[in-house]
Nanobody
Framework: QVQLVESGGGSVQAGGSLRLSCAAS????????MGWFRQAPGKEREGVAA????????FYADSVKGRFTISQDNAKNTVYLQMNSLKPEDTAMYYC???????????????????WGQGTQVTVSS
């Protein structure tokens, strides 16, 4: 049974940092595509970042480029999202997700992800 478990969310002030973790079990992170999505109240879920864990190619939403970094630790079967210079508009529930492969033109399409975690809340105050 595949499980993706997110952790690391919390409350921070604007300008602060958080690191989210996504630990996978029953699933091999190192040969697939892992993504981070977020959903703010009243808004649609959006892709934040993704990593092709075999090639280490990374993809980012324009809104987080230069502030967020996605990375992987294959030995721990875990993917991370380092979030710096956080803004109030980054406030959302953050989800980890997995699919077979990443493509630059579709990494953000949530319906192409097969497995999802339960989410971790990130709140950024001004």
């Amino acid at each position: 049974q595949v499980q993706l478990v997110e952790s690391g969310g919390g409350s921070v002030q604007a300008g602060g940092s958080l690191r989210l973790s996504c630990a996978a079990s029953g699933y091999t992170v190192s040969s697939n595509c892992m993504g981070w999505f977020r959903q703010a109240p009243g808004k649609e879920r959006e892709g934040v970042a993704a990593i092709s864990t075999r090639s280490s190619n990374t993809f980012y939403a324009d809104s987080v480029k230069g502030r967020f970094t996605i990375s992987q630790d294959n030995a721990k079967n875990t993917v991370y999202l380092q979030m710096n210079s956080l803004k109030p508009e980054d406030t959302a529930m953050y989800y980890c997700a997995a699919r077979v492969a990443c493509y630059s033109g579709s990494w953000y399409r949530e319906w192409q992800y097969v497995h999802w975690g339960q989410g971790t809340q990130v709140t950024v105050s001004s």
